[in-house]
Every structure is written in structure tokens, then in C-alpha cells.
């Protein structure tokens, strides 16, 4: 069970890295009346949040992956998950969002902004943002939205397979009691992949004009606070 609480570790490091960079501002500025954020402090939370997020996807479709193999081949476990696997899968997820993290933000900020440099959002995240911009944004909604869908489609993918696989393994066990087990096993973990990639689909992959951005507010409440305390 190692490599799964290697894993378990990981995710915890994820939620507490967003929920802090998120957390305490978005709760300060809906309590108080001064809502606002310093420039240079605005791109390290859009970065750190995206760094996180995305890290979190990934992270969530490597424990499927352990998880169908932990149920369907639990004799060649430790071999298939081994420590450098398990290492690998987890250095790809930072490194390639640490990669979008710095593109998205760089864009975003090396850009000119205008107006009265005010959002409807509880934090600084990249679409609010770009209602800011003089410019064109089209090559940044762009990039949002080529990213964001190959990110949650990818991951989700390979949470699908999984559990498509997990489920036919289940259903052709004859003891009650490892069915059970199996389900105990999977289901925090399914919970908060439906509850996280529903919330993402919903705020970053829609047509833009029926994109609101009073409903982000209320869906950025769940994966920035309800989500970390779903993860098991």
C-alpha cells in the first residue's frame, strides 16, 4: 500500500499548497470591506494556483491508476507501482504545470491592463483577469482553453479506463466482502473526480457566451474549499 499513501501525501501537499495560496485571501475579502490585492501578489496567486490545480489532476489520475492496479493485478503490485514509477508520475505532474503555471501567468502580466482594475472573482484566477486586459486576449483564451481541455480530458481519461476496468474486476469477484472492500477503496477518491472535473468543466470549458462569471465565484468555492476536505 505504500506507493497508494505516497500518492495520498502528494494530494495533501496539493490541497494544502492551493488552499493556502487561495484560502485566507478569498475569506478575507468576504468578510471585510477591503478586497483588495497587491499587483506583484495577484500573478504569485494566479501561478501557484494554477500550478496547484493542474498538479492536481494528474496526481488524482495516477491514484486510478494505482487503484486498478492495486484491485487487478494485486500479486504484481509492488513491481508495476514501484518506487521510480511512482516518483516519475509525480515529477511529470509538477513539471509540466509548473510549465503552464508560468506560461499562463507570463502572458497574462506582460500584458497591458486598463480600467479600474477590478474583478468579480474571489481571487485572482486567468478569465477574470483577462476582462482587464487592453489588448487582444484572444491568444490567451486560446492557450486557457486548448490546455484546459486537454488537461481534463487526458486526466479524466485515464480515470475512466481505470474504473472501467476496476468495475469489470469487481463484478466478476464471487465474495461479497471483496466487492465491498474494492467500492470502500475507490469511493472518496470517485467523489471528489466528479465533484472536481464537474466544477472545472462547468467554469473553464464553455462557450463564452454563456460564460458568468458570478457562477465561477460560487463553483470556485468548492475545489478551493470543499474539495481539500473530500480528499481522503
Not at 477590478?118 to 481571487?123: K, L, P
Request: hydrophobic share 50%.
Amino acid at each position: 500500500h505504500s506507493p497508494m499513501y505516497f500518492f495520498l501525501r502528494h494530494l495533501a501537499f496539493i490541497d494544502l499548497g492551493y488552499s493556502t495560496a487561495v484560502g485566507p485571501k478569498m475569506l478575507v475579502n468576504i468578510v471585510t470591506k477591503q478586497k483588495t490585492i497587491a499587483y506583484n501578489w495577484c500573478a504569485a496567486q494566479l501561478a501557484f494556483f494554477i500550478l496547484f490545480i493542474i498538479s492536481e489532476l494528474f496526481i488524482l489520475s495516477a491514484m486510478a491508476y494505482d487503484r486498478y492496479v492495486a484491485i487487478c493485478n494485486p500479486l504484481l503490485y509492488t513491481v508495476i507501482m514501484s518506487p521510480r514509477l511512482c516518483w516519475v508520475l509525480v515529477a511529470v505532474s509538477y513539471l509540466y504545470s509548473a510549465f503552464l503555471s508560468l506560461i499562463t501567468t507570463i502572458k497574462i502580466f506582460i500584458s497591458s491592463f486598463c480600467g479600474y482594475n477590478v474583478i468579480s472573482h474571489f481571487y485572482c484566477d486567468s478569465l477574470p483577469l483577462l476582462t482587464l486586459l487592453c489588448s487582444s486576449t484572444r491568444e490567451i483564451e486560446l492557450i486557457i482553453l486548448v490546455f484546459s481541455v486537454f488537461n481534463l480530458v487526458s486526466s479524466l481519461l485515464v480515470v475512466l479506463v481505470s474504473y472501467t476496468l476496476i468495475l469489470l474486476a469487481v463484478l466478476k469477484m464471487s465474495s461479497a466482502e471483496g466487492r465491498h472492500k474494492a467500492f470502500s477503496t475507490c469511493g472518496s477518491h470517485l467523489t471528489v473526480v466528479v465533484v472536481l472535473y464537474a466544477t472545472l468543466f462547468f467554469m473553464y470549458v464553455q462557450p463564452k457566451s454563456s460564460h458568468s462569471f458570478d457562477n465561477d465565484k460560487m463553483a470556485s468555492v468548492f475545489y478551493t474549499l470543499i474539495i481539500p476536505m473530500l480528499n481522503p
